[in-house]
């Protein structure tokens, strides 16, 4: 097995045959903690952001945090019980962009799906940020570091990915639901401290600013917007339906229903205590910065405490695997959006441990990008996020409503009719609201990608009419020639290749690159006593370029004829070890891609194999 197969092997684990995908799918335990990580992870950081952009009008604008918060929570459960309607509908997956297709036009499916694919990338980049600066929290001396540890962790969360969605699963489920447990508890103690008067006084601001705004409905709706980063991944669970084991919709839907339990218990608890416990409200560039949750972790279990390091170990770890929801969907719907033709198909093919390797693979490096480009603050990639995954969620809940009402399905339709209002009034405010804070780059990135599904799908239609075989199409004749190429001695591996250059036509030469004529008549001399049947041509090259006049010299023989098929034969060496190739001038690989791209030469390598 050559040496790049076995280091894969080692990476990402031995191939898994397509009969047994069904051993791949995961129960609603497993299946929760692959798809929803994203979307319960956001406690970490959404009451923060409601907190931090209520700050700019001074303490006594914290107080509002808590009306904000049970906002959302509604807005959580009204989007969640409108995409239980299409799961039921959509037990195959595919989620908003199949719905907005279907039931829209292909113009809005493309919309959705261009937008998810934009919202997966910043889960990514959101979600390693948020949780590199939880362990930063902890150990201040790391902040330094954090653009290097978040590329860390997603190079981590590649690899894992890579090794299949079961596996993937199992690993993911421990670090979430001891979040879950941990959070639990500190909201519990946490109420019990407020009852007891052990914890006293709200939120305060930790850095001064020389002018501070007045509180306004328009700063309110800042702060509504900056939460609703709570929502994102919620659409997680309807777009990878068939992950779950038999019966793939009912399994959906009761993870769909725990989802919903935890959300509003802990994103209520969360904002609850934030807004009546002492902590202070920091940015990331401040020394010393602890989140929100790090804050209320101290004030409840106690500064230093094992528990303390626990939450921040488990807030990392969630954060950090939270975008594993990206890495289980973002792939999948590249592979919905790749069979309409819309993106290269490649993405559409499953590799040999049965997960979309390729949209992985792109996920990981665009996500790394925004974690270079934001330095890894994750208030700089905030401004980016939930933009897109409302305009999904409007357009697939519209989708819904229209299908619903064709079908006379009227207590369905009126259920997402109200989540496309919803969430359709959620959208707007945000645009509104971050647009100047960076929303518009998401608009020109959203342009651009509906760009690109436009251009892609132009070449696959051009592509299908120019191979399509018409009634007049028949077989053609070709008439072929072989240029075989010659080293600058005979030696035993150019003697296969004389044989099967033999065997293609009879119209056959062989080409040899000389930097000088001189050097050239002892191969003659040579060439004439094991194949005299085959003309020997000699090209000279003085500036000792072997690449350049080999190709002149095919273009010339294959000249203007449509039906002239030449064969190029490379003989080529193959060592007994990887890395005794550094020991051998093999000009095979240069010789094949500067023909590649040549219309009627075909190369073809005559190997000989070398002994150790």
């Known amino acids: 097995m050559p040496v790049l197969s076995q280091i894969k092997r080692l990476i990402v684990g031995a191939p898994i045959a397509t009969s047994r995908a069904h051993f791949e799918r995961l129960g609603v335990f497993f299946g929760l903690a692959l798809l929803a990580s994203d979307n319960i992870s956001s406690v ?83 979600s390693v940020s948020a949780g590199v600066l939880a362990i930063v929290s902890a150990f201040p001396a790391i902040q330094p570091y954090t653009v290097q540890l978040g590329l860390s962790a997603i190079l981590l969360l590649t690899i894992v990915n890579l090794r299949g969605t079961r596996e993937s699963g199992i690993v993911f489920a421990i670090p979430i639901y001891s979040f879950v447990f941990l959070m639990f508890s500190l909201i519990i103690l946490g109420f019990f401290k407020l009852g ?14 020389e002018h501070f705004e007045a509180l306004s409905f328009w700063l309110l709706l800042r702060a509504f917007a900056a939460g609703c980063a709570a929502l994102t991944g919620i659409e997680a669970l309807a777009n990878g339906t068939m992950i779950f084991k038999p019966p793939e919709a009912k399994n959906a839907l009761k993870a769909l229903a725990w989802l919903g339990v935890i959300m509003t218990i802990m994103f209520t608890g969360v904002t609850w205590l934030a807004t009546h416990f002492p902590i202070r409200i920091m940015t990331a560039d401040q020394e010393g910065y602890k989140t929100v949750v790090a804050q209320l972790a101290e004030l409840t279990f106690g500064p230093g405490s094992a ?83 409302f305009t ?83 077989v053609p004749k070709l008439k072929t020639s072989v240029i075989l190429l010659v080293p600058p001695i005979i030696h035993r591996g150019i003697l296969n ?92 690989i240069p010789i094949k891609l500067a023909l590649a791209g040549r219309r009627n030469v075909v190369v073809t390598n005559v190997k000989y194999f070398l002994d150790e």
Not at 58 to 83: C, K, N, Q, R, T
Not at 318 to 334: E, S, V
Request: proline share 4%.
């Open 44 to 126: 970490a950081y959404a009451s923060e952001e409601i907190l931090v952009m209520l700050s700019r009008a001074g303490e006594a604008a914290l107080s509002y945090g808590l009306y904000i918060g049970i906002a959302i929570v509604l807005l959580v459960l009204i989007v969640l019980f409108s995409y239980s309607r299409t799961i039921i509908n959509y037990p195959q997956g595919g989620g908003d962009y199949r719905v907005a297709s279907d039931n829209l036009n292909s113009f809005f499916g493309r919309v959705a799906g261009a937008a998810l694919l934009l919202d997966y990338t910043l889960t990514v980049a959101v």
């Open 307 to 389: 528990t303390f390091f626990a939450v921040q170990f488990a807030t990392m770890a969630i954060l950090i695997l939270a975008a594993n929801t990206a890495y289980a969907d973002f792939p999948r719907l590249c592979s919905f959006i790749a069979r309409d033709s819309y993106l290269p198909r490649q993405l559409a093919n499953l590799g040999d441990r049965l997960v979309y390797q390729n949209g992985i693979i792109i996920l990981a490096l665009l996500a790394g990008g925004l974690i270079v480009f934001a330095k890894g603050d994750t208030h700089r990639l905030i401004p980016l996020y939930a933009l897109g995954v």
């Open 392 to 474: 999904a969620f409007t357009l697939g809940q519209a989708g819904m409503t229209l299908r619903q009402l064709k079908n006379k399905m009227l207590l369905g339709a009126f259920i997402s009719a109200i989540g496309m209002t919803a969430t359709g009034v959620v959208w707007f405010v945000i645009l509104i609201t971050k647009f100047v804070d960076g929303a518009w780059m998401v608009v020109i990135a959203l342009s651009v990608l509906l760009l690109t599904f436009w251009a892609v799908k132009r070449h696959y239609i051009s592509l299908a009419r120019q191979l399509q075989p018409t009634e007049n199409d028949v």
């Open 196 to 209: 007891a008067g052990i914890v006293e006084g709200g939120p305060t601001i930790a850095y001064r600013r």
């Open 497 to 588: 290749a004389i044989a099967y250059a033999r065997t293609l036509s009879k119209d056959c030469r062989a080409v040899h690159i000389a930097p000088n004529l001189e050097m050239a008549e002892k191969l003659k001399q040579e060439w004439d006593k094991y194949a005299p049947d085959i003309p020997l041509v000699i090209l000279e090259s003085p500036y000792r370029s072997l690449v350049e006049p080999l190709v002149e010299y095919i273009d010339e023989a294959v000249g203007e004829e449509r039906n002239h098929m030449l064969t190029v034969i490379v003989p080529q060496a193959v060592p007994a070890k990887w890395y005794h190739a550094i020991l051998h001038n093999n000009s095979a």
